[in-house]
């Protein structure tokens, strides 16, 4: 029994190295979502040190600053990976142009819980598409958290054109929380985006995404530009920036942000 009980922790550090490695793939940056999954037993830690949007218009300017929001992905199987997701901080301000008003709060984000299974390649070569379920629960407060539950599933999938580019496409159907809190409406989004490998250590993804939004309080659509980078600092390091643009009126202006991803 004690040669059982000390091999079991031999048993499960080794689990790693027993499976199949393959290149780190992290999540971050950009609009869309790529189709690869973690190897078995490795855990990947990605991380919006800081995102800042503007959204303005004639009568108001709001300013939204999301701090330490994070995605933990963890390899269950050799093509299975489960998430979970918390924006620990977010502040939103709010300028009132006519009267000269500020308003501002500050509080925690929902909870996402989700896995993803990838179906073709999961290390994300060549072709490689996969289906990604998630839920939302509502421990956030409002303006940062929904106030509700929501889900979705997303279907990344992607293709290598050659060894320097990409394509790639990330649908998405949602039953996301009214604006008042109170209950769920449909909302659905595609992402198309092009990957640029620079070079062995620098790669690049040009996107653009529609989201269609069936909100009760006013449907909207919004068209989005981005322009992303990724650092490859070591095999298990990542750092990226990106930025993103509001095409029509209904998107928010601008989005800026810069984050770090760390698989172990």
Not at 61 to 81: P, Q
Request: with cysteine; hydrophobic share 40%; net charge negative.
């Amino acid at each position: 029994m004690r040669f059982v009980l000390a091999a079991v922790p031999l048993l499960l550090a080794a689990t790693p190295a027993l499976a199949e490695e393959r290149d780190y793939c992290p999540a971050r940056p950009g609009l869309g979502t790529p189709a690869c999954t973690i190897s078995p037993g490795r855990v990947s830690v990605e991380t919006g040190l800081v995102d800042w949007t503007r959204d303005e218009d004639s009568s108001s300017r709001n300013d939204t600053i999301l701090i330490g929001d994070t995605l933990v992905r963890i390899g269950v199987g050799e093509a299975i990976e489960a998430q979970i997701g918390w924006t620990p901080f977010g502040r939103v301000r709010t300028r009132d142009k006519a009267a000269g008003t500020i308003d501002q709060a500050s509080a925690v984000g929902d909870v996402t819980l989700g896995f993803k299974a990838n179906l073709l390649h999961p290390d994300g070569s060549g072709s490689s598409v996969a289906i990604q379920p998630f839920v939302s629960l509502p421990v956030g407060r409002s303006p940062v958290g929904a106030g509700e539950w929501g889900a979705g599933v997303l279907v990344p999938f992607s293709f290598s054109l050659n060894q320097m580019l990409s394509l790639q496409f990330t649908p998405e159907a949602d039953a996301a929380v009214d604006q008042d809190g109170k209950g769920r409406h449909f909302a659905a989004s595609g992402t198309v985006g092009l990957g640029v490998a620079i070079s062995k250590a620098i790669s690049g993804t040009v996107e653009f995404q529609v989201l269609r939004d069936e909100d009760p309080s006013g449907k909207t659509t919004q068209v989005l530009a981005s322009l992303s980078l990724g650092w490859m600092v070591s095999d298990d390091l990542q750092l990226d920036a990106g930025a993103v643009a509001g095409l029509d009126h209904a998107a928010p202006d601008a989005e800026f942000y810069f984050g770090v991803s760390r698989r172990f």
